[in-house]
């Protein structure tokens, strides 16, 4: 799966840009001319890294900054802020926005990138194209996962919910959690869904005897751990 990128900009010369060069760098991106259609977005579709303008009609961009930084689901989201003057910036740096980076306008696009590759690097986001933990093997780029070697089937959600729990091992998810993060927040599933599919991942790992890296967290949700 392709990192994504939320470019929220109501400039829609400076939105095409940044599309049009984030697109041939490889990664997906989605375009919102407002915060509103920013957060309107990110409910269906969680992504990796948001550029978000400063100047926008409506709810400013730091206020969307803000109102990401206070939602569980985005909280620890990779934030980069475009200004169109150095000031901006230096208000921006003097209060803690929880933004990552910024760029003042005029950019370079090139420049953006280098900056954003960095940034999901850090925050440990799916900018590789393999992920692998405990014999258990994601390739981005094909879509496929093996396991010791051996090229497993699974569906879109197995994927997306195996890649999430790989990335975040120990962690316990909840089972709203991870609806949130796997299924997007606005489609209404409920809570035993996530049940379906993770016995579907058991099922599909059980022949290598990693079905047991799944765990079932009682009355809390999920996590996975490595066999060692
Ligand atoms: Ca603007």
């Known amino acids: 799966m392709a ?17 049009f ?16 259609m920013a957060l309107n977005l990110i ?13 926008l ?11 990401l930084r206070r939602d569980e689901l985005t909280q620890v989201l990779p934030l980069i802020m475009l200004t169109a003057r150095s000031e901006e910036t230096d208000t921006l740096k003097s209060f803690d926005s929880g933004i990552d980076d910024y760029m003042t306008k005029p ?33 981005h780029g094909s879509h496929r996962i093996s396991v010791n070697g051996e090229t497993v089937r699974v569906g879109p959600t197995e994927y997306r919910l195996l890649e999430l729990l790989m990335r975040h091992p120990d962690r316990v998810f909840e089972r709203s959690q991870l609806l949130d993060r796997v ?3 606005s489609t209404y599933i409920e809570e035993r869904t996530v049940d379906v599919h993770v016995l579907r991942l ?6 290598f005897g990693l079905d047991t890296a799944i765990q079932t967290v009682r009355s809390v949700g999920y996590r996975f751990t490595p066999s060692t």
């Open 107 to 139: 950019f370079s696009p090139k420049e953006l990138i280098a900056r954003l590759k960095a940034i999901l690097r850090r925050s440990g986001s799916p900018d590789d194209e393999v992920l692998e933990v405990g014999g258990i093997r994601l390739d």
């Open 3 to 19: 990192t994504t990128i939320l470019v929220v900009e109501d400039e829609l010369e400076i939105r095409e840009l940044l599309s």
């Open 202 to 207: 058991r099922k599909i790992l059980k022949p």
């Open 21 to 36: 060069s984030l697109g041939r760098a490889g990664y997906d991106v989605m375009e919102a001319d407002s915060a509103e």
């Open 57 to 67: 009609p409506g709810i400013s961009g730091v206020e969307l900054a803000k109102r």
């Open 183 to 185: 299924w997007g927040r």
């Open 43 to 55: 409910n269906t579709r969680l992504p990796d890294l948001i550029i978000i303008d400063w100047m």
